[in-house]
């Protein structure tokens, strides 16, 4: 005899533009951002062992997917940066297409994920559409070299420019010794440490086992990141870096 499970509850408040800071003090702060969508799920009850969102063209395309687990913070405020999820999850390339969305319209869903053994998923709420006009202007490439020790040295100038965000650097280890063919294993947002600084250091723990195998050639591309990609397209991509 089959188990009916109880489902978790819906995600409700679905909103464009705004974002609750992850390292706020309270639940209810937030910042307008024209990069993130927001919804609430209350934290009493059953827990889901993710929440679910996930960026539609209005024709019903899905053009980005993430799973956010849940913070030890018992808040129910939630949001998620689009922009990230794309760069993340974009084509290696150096079109700034591969990392933009086109413009038109867009809605977005958010769905509790029940762990299938004491509650099911919730039903996925759905957001009002709305309409995405791609800039025309874009934020400059990113020129940069391998440094000493796997760091790497930008050569562009400081991007003085209201839209910049920070750095985002795709992370790349050959697939087989001596191949030259390469594979991305991880991908982060990185700001510089102080101003002036033309270095961005990799994590050490990027650089051993589980990671990359002794000796094993990396490579990069990096690509300036726009606060608000209402106003100002990500830069596009840097040709792949090889160490």
């Known amino acids: 005899m089959e188990t009916c499970l109880p489902r978790l509850a819906a995600p409700a408040g679905l909103q464009w533009g705004i974002e609750y800071p992850p390292n706020r003090t309270e639940d209810s702060l937030w910042v307008p951002s024209a990069n993130h969508f927001s919804w609430r799920w209350s934290m009493e009850g059953l827990k889901p062992k993710a929440l679910q969102a996930c960026l539609f063209r209005r024709d019903g395309i899905r053009v980005l997917s993430a799973n956010l687990s849940l913070p030890e913070t018992g808040f129910s405020n939630f949001s998620c940066d689009w922009n990230s999820g794309l760069l993340f999850s974009g084509k290696e390339s150096a079109n700034p297409a591969a990392s933009s969305l086109e413009s038109g319209d867009y809605y977005f869903t958010v769905q509790a994920l029940g762990d299938q053994t004491t509650c099911g998923d919730s039903d996925a709420a759905r957001s009002e559409p709305v309409s995405y006009l791609r800039p025309l202007e874009s934020l400059p490439m990113v020129k940069a070299v391998w440094?000493?020790?796997?760091?790497?040295?930008?050569?562009?100038?400081?991007?003085?420019?209201?839209?910049?965000?920070?750095?985002?650097?795709?992370?790349?280890?050959?697939?087989?010794?001596?191949?030259?063919?390469?594979?991305?294993?991880?991908?982060?947002?990185?700001?510089?440490?102080?101003?002036?600084?033309?270095?961005?250091?990799?994590?050490?723990?990027?650089?051993?086992?589980?990671?990359?195998?002794?000796?094993?050639?990396l490579a990069f591309q990096i690509c300036a990141m726009s606060k608000d990609v209402t106003r100002c397209q990500n830069g596009p991509w840097s040709p792949l870096i090889e160490g």
């Open 147 to 217: 440094g000493p020790d796997f760091q790497i040295q930008l050569l562009t100038p400081e991007i003085d420019d209201p839209c910049f965000r920070s750095y985002y650097v795709k992370l790349y280890r050959e697939k087989e010794p001596q191949s030259r063919q390469f594979e991305r294993f991880t991908s982060w947002s990185r700001s510089l440490p102080q101003a002036g600084s033309r270095i961005i250091a990799l994590p050490p723990a990027l650089l051993t086992p589980p990671f990359v195998r002794p000796g094993c050639r």
